[in-house]
């Protein structure tokens, strides 16, 4: 199965997201801030595809609640797979990610935040066929430097 290229993705809630610009901006301003990236993302990557090799690869979202499932499925490119966030740590979230995409059949994987929509696809590129992650049967087997 192709590789998959996953977005960490909160669904923008005032107070809740980029609540480090406040007071600066407004919750609702920051919200609508970071939604503003979300669409973008989205926008970038609806068709993932190495511009230098033309091999597709898959858009994951990984999602930090259950109940923003329905925006992220109502908003996000039809195509994009949809997993949840699991653990108490960064660590072990990052690491259920990983072990979702490997359930789901994807051999290699990349996260990246969501935070600064500034990703270059050249960047992603380099991501998923330099630093990408190998996932075989549920365990990360190598992380390529």
């Known amino acids: 199965m192709q590789p998959i290229l996953i977005f960490l993705a909160a669904q923008p809630a005032p107070g809740l997201v980029k609540t480090g610009l406040c007071p600066a901006l407004s919750p609702k301003e920051a919200a609508d801030l970071y939604e503003a990236f979300l669409l ?33 499925e109502r908003t996000a490119p039809r195509d994009a797979k949809i997993f949840e ?40 590129d380099r991501l998923m066929s330099a630093v990408g992650v190998e996932i075989n049967n549920s365990k990360i087997t190598k992380i390529y430097n």
């Open 40 to 72: 973008d993302i989205f926008d970038r990557f609806a068709r993932p595809v190495n511009i230098q090799t033309g091999a597709p690869y898959a858009l994951g979202l990984a999602i930090d609640a259950p109940q923003s499932r329905e925006w992220f």
């Open 85 to 124: 966030q699991k653990g108490k740590t960064h660590s072990e979230k990052i690491l259920n990610i990983f072990e979702d995409a490997a359930f789901e059949g994807f051999a290699q994987a990349g996260i990246v935040g969501t935070g600064n929509p500034t990703l270059a696809p050249p960047h992603t």
